[in-house]
Structures are given as structure tokens and as C-alpha cells.
């Protein structure tokens, strides 16, 4: 009798661990009875009779994902990889088609990725398959759907997470680009210098405006200060003619004056000829007497006012 104590211990704890088990949360148990589907357990736990029901698989209800990388080509011959990313799940209503109807459920969606990847990317250029990425994933999503749903898996999104062209080829687009923003900078920089040159030549021009402006008022106030010495001159008896040659005479003088008054300046005169010499010589004399006399007349002049 106490032999058989141990033996009853023994066969109570299998038949409790064989009638209780524990579903965890978001998976599902499918049990079957002598090999034939009986049902699903949810979450929590769950009682099967024993040696009768087995569980004969557990399946995650949770959102998984699948990368799958596919190397094909494009319309302008360029080979390119990409990686798609399959976002999926179990049908929480459809677990008995998920487990009994696929074997190999990861083979048979990357099998779709393949066929849908290398039947869109061929219609498109290197540049379209980076712009268009999305409508690449929402094919590869569509054609999925389509498939999959009856296997009781829902394809929940699907990206195109990665682009890779051959080496060769990114480093041919880099040289374009730099050479695109070479050519931008460039249009750039003559564009700011032809608006300097512009800027610069209408500065310039301003004060070649302004400077021909200040010359005339000069010239003109010159002529003014002549007009008013010559009246000046006429009202003492000093004609014109002599007027002008006092005038003359003391702009040579001022002249000189100006040119003597700089330390670091000086004055060469050098005659073509002794002829031209000569002359030079004795026009100023002649206008340094004609000054003289001049001088004397207004002299007297004013003496006779005075008297």
C-alpha cells in the first residue's frame, strides 16, 4: 500500500499538467483530438482533456515584420537593391488558415515581394524609384492583401526602407549633383558681379555728372569774376584789350606762385627751339611791362580823382 502512494502522486500531477496550460497574452493555442483540429485557446488559461487533446501550435497575434532584400534593374539598365519592410499579422478570427494552410508563411510573402518588386521597378528610371517609392510599397501592400488574406494574415503596411544603386552609379550621381551646384553657384557669382559692374559703372557715371557739374559752375563763376574785374578796370579808364592782359598776367603770376608754394614740385620749362625761346622771354617781359604799365595808368587815374 505505500508503494502505491508515489504512483497516485505521480499520476494526478500528469493528469493536472496534462488537463491545465497557459496561453500568453496576444498568441492563440490551436488544440487537436487525435489528431484533428478541435479548436482555439485565447489568452489565459485553458483546460484539455488529457492524453486526448494535444496542443498542436501556438501562433503570435502580434504586429511582425519581414525585410526583404531584392536586387533588380531598371528601365535605364542601372542595378539597384532594395529593402522592403512587410509590416503583417495573424487574423485573430483566422488562426486555423494561418497554421494548417501555410507551412513556410515568411517564403511565401517575401515570394510576393520578389514578383511585385521586379515587375514594378523595370517600368521605372533610377531617379522614379526614388520618387516613387511609396507607390512601389503601395503595390507591393495591394498584391499582398490580395494573397495573404485567405491564409489569414493581414499585411498591416509595407516600406521601401532602403535604395541602394551599384557604387559606381552613386558616385556618378554625386559628381552631378556637385557639378549642378557648381553651375548654380556660378550663375550666382556672375550675376552678383555683373550687378557690381552695373552699380559700380552708374556710381561712376554719377560723378562724372556731378564733376562736369562742378567744373561749368567753376568755369562759369571764373567768368563771372572776369566780367565784374574788367567793369572794375573800365570804370578807372583801362580799356578792355589792357583789362584782359592784367588779368592774364596775374593768373601767370598766381600760377607760378601756386607751383613755387609745394616743396617736393618742380617746374621745367624747356623751348622747342632758342627761337621759341626767345619769344617766351619776351612775351613775358612784354607782359610784365604791359602789367607795369598798366599799374602806372590806374596810378594816375586815381590821383586825379583825388584832386
Known amino acids: 500500500m505505500i508503494f502505491y502512494i508515489p504512483l497516485l502522486v505521480l499520476l494526478f500531477f500528469l493528469l493536472v499538467v496534462g488537463t491545465f496550460f497557459v496561453?500568453?497574452?496576444?498568441?492563440?493555442?490551436?488544440?487537436?483530438?487525435?489528431?484533428?483540429?478541435?479548436?482555439?485557446?485565447?489568452?489565459?488559461?485553458?483546460?484539455?482533456?488529457?492524453?486526448?487533446?494535444?496542443?498542436?501550435?501556438?501562433?503570435?497575434?502580434?504586429?511582425?515584420?519581414?525585410?526583404?532584400?531584392?536586387?533588380?534593374?531598371?528601365?535605364?539598365?542601372?542595378?539597384?537593391?532594395?529593402?522592403?519592410?512587410?509590416?503583417?499579422k495573424v487574423i485573430k478570427e483566422k488562426v486555423y488558415e494561418a497554421f494548417y494552410k501555410l507551412d513556410y508563411p515568411h517564403d511565401q510573402i517575401t515570394s510576393y515581394v520578389f514578383d511585385v518588386v521586379r515587375a514594378e521597378v523595370p517600368k521605372m528610371?533610377?531617379?522614379?524609384?526614388f520618387e516613387r517609392k511609396n507607390d512601389i510599397a503601395n503595390a507591393v501592400k495591394l498584391e499582398l492583401n490580395e494573397?495573404?488574406?485567405?491564409?489569414?494574415?493581414?499585411?498591416?503596411?509595407?516600406?521601401?526602407?532602403?535604395?541602394?544603386?551599384?557604387?559606381?552609379?552613386?558616385?556618378?550621381?554625386?559628381?552631378?549633383?556637385?557639378?549642378?551646384?557648381?553651375?548654380?553657384?556660378?550663375?550666382?557669382?556672375?550675376?552678383?558681379?555683373?550687378?557690381?559692374i552695373v552699380e559700380r559703372a552708374k556710381a561712376e557715371a554719377e560723378s562724372k555728372r556731378l564733376q562736369g557739374m562742378g567744373i561749368a559752375d567753376q568755369r562759369r563763376e571764373i567768368a563771372r569774376g572776369l566780367e565784374e574785374s574788367v567793369e572794375v578796370l573800365n570804370k578807372v579808364g583801362i580799356n578792355s584789350q589792357e583789362a584782359s592782359a592784367l588779368i592774364v598776367v596775374t593768373q601767370h603770376y598766381d600760377t607760378l606762385q601756386s607751383i613755387g608754394s609745394e616743396t617736393n614740385s618742380n617746374l621745367i620749362l624747356l623751348p622747342n627751339s632758342p627761337q621759341a625761346g626767345s619769344e617766351m622771354l619776351n612775351n613775358m617781359v612784354a607782359s610784365f611791362t604791359a602789367s607795369n604799365q598798366i599799374g602806372e595808368a590806374m596810378k594816375k587815374a586815381a590821383n586825379k580823382k583825388i584832386e
Do not use: H, W
Open 23 to 88: 496561453v500568453k497574452q496576444q498568441s492563440a493555442a490551436l488544440v487537436e483530438r487525435f489528431g484533428k483540429f478541435s479548436g482555439t485557446r485565447q489568452s489565459g488559461l485553458q483546460l484539455k482533456i488529457p492524453l486526448i487533446d494535444k496542443v498542436a501550435g501556438r501562433l503570435s497575434l502580434k504586429i511582425q515584420q519581414l525585410d526583404v532584400v531584392i536586387e533588380t534593374k531598371t528601365k535605364d539598365d542601372v542595378f539597384v537593391k532594395l529593402k522592403v519592410s512587410v509590416q503583417y
Open 125 to 129: 528610371k533610377l531617379d522614379d524609384v
Open 147 to 196: 494573397a495573404m488574406l485567405n491564409y489569414g494574415y493581414d499585411i498591416i503596411k509595407t516600406l521601401v526602407t532602403d535604395i541602394d544603386p551599384d557604387q559606381q552609379v552613386k558616385e556618378a550621381m554625386n559628381r552631378i549633383n556637385a557639378s549642378e551646384r557648381e553651375k548654380v553657384a556660378a550663375q550666382f557669382e556672375g550675376d552678383a558681379q555683373r550687378i557690381l
